[in-house]
T-cell receptor, first 114, second 113 residues
Framework: TQTVSQSDAHVTVFEGDSVELRCNYS??????LSWYIQHHGRGLQFLLK??????VVQGVNGFEAEFSKSDSSFHLRKASVHWSDSAVYFC????????????FGKGTSLTVIP | EAAVTQSPRNKVAVTGGKVTLSCNQT?????MYWYRQDTGHGLRLIHY???????EKGDIPDGYKASRPSQENFSLILELATPSQTSVYFC????????????FGPGTRLTVL
């Protein structure tokens, strides 16, 4: 069984602050990890992914995420947020490259105060 | 131009009625997915498909059917809609070898009265 947990349901920061959105997974084998962003009333948009190699991966709009096998984590970070980064962020995990076993966390709502 | 489109965008149905949600993708992806999104549950996989003519059950398939008549189209069918199926439904497409990178449609808000 594989699960993805996002411990913070809501995060509020000021524009220009740094932010870290946390994601932890429970699975002992090889895993594919992704982050998605969902603006209000829209579908999810792919941000970045990790499978192997450099544990820090870069995504669009200045986002990056760091994989840690020891912590079973894949936290998303941004050094300086903009008000337009306000959205819900979903972490997702898959055990393989197939079309099944793709699990989403419950999401973290990020509010950026201008 | 949007690569994954859904119709209708909003739908109100009556209990016991039949509802069909449609999805079209121009990504030429083999895989397509139907999810529902509910507060407190995140996204849950209902059905998926790995090509024309195939449909597979996801995590919560009960009460839903799916149809994939072509590479581009994937429908979700509620034969007897119930109020518990009130939700926002998302369709997504993905390459056969990278299911962790999916492309989502804008969603359909379904209300069953």
């Amino acid at each position: 069984t594989q699960t993805v947990s996002q411990s913070d349901a809501h995060v509020t920061v000021f524009e220009g602050d740094s932010v870290e959105l946390r994601c932890n997974y429970s699975y002992g084998g090889s895993i594919y990890l992704s982050w998605y962003i969902q603006h209000h009333g829209r579908g999810l948009q792919f941000l970045l992914k990790y499978y192997s190699g450099n544990p820090v991966v870069q995504g669009v709009n200045g986002f990056e995420a760091e994989f840690s096998k020891s912590d079973s984590s894949f936290h998303l970070r941004k050094a300086s947020v903009h008000w337009s980064d306000s959205a819900v962020y979903f972490c997702a995990a898959s055990m393989n490259t197939g079309y099944q076993n793709f699990y989403f966390g419950k999401g973290t709502s990020l509010t950026v105060i201008p | 131009e949007a690569a994954v489109t859904q119709s209708p965008r909003n739908k109100v149905a009556v209990t016991g009625g039949k509802v069909t949600l449609s999805c079209n993708q121009t990504n030429n992806h083999n895989n397509m997915y139907w999810y529902r999104q509910d507060t407190g549950h995140g996204l849950r996989l209902i059905h998926y498909s790995y090509g024309a003519g195939s449909t597979e059950k996801g995590d919560i398939p009960d009460g839903y059917k799916a149809s994939r008549p072509s590479q581009e189209n994937f429908s979700l069918i509620l034969e007897l809609a119930t109020p518990s199926q009130t939700s926002v439904y998302f369709c997504a497409s993905g390459d056969a070898y990278s299911s962790y990178e999916q492309y989502f449609g804008p969603g359909t808000r379904l209300t069953v009265l």
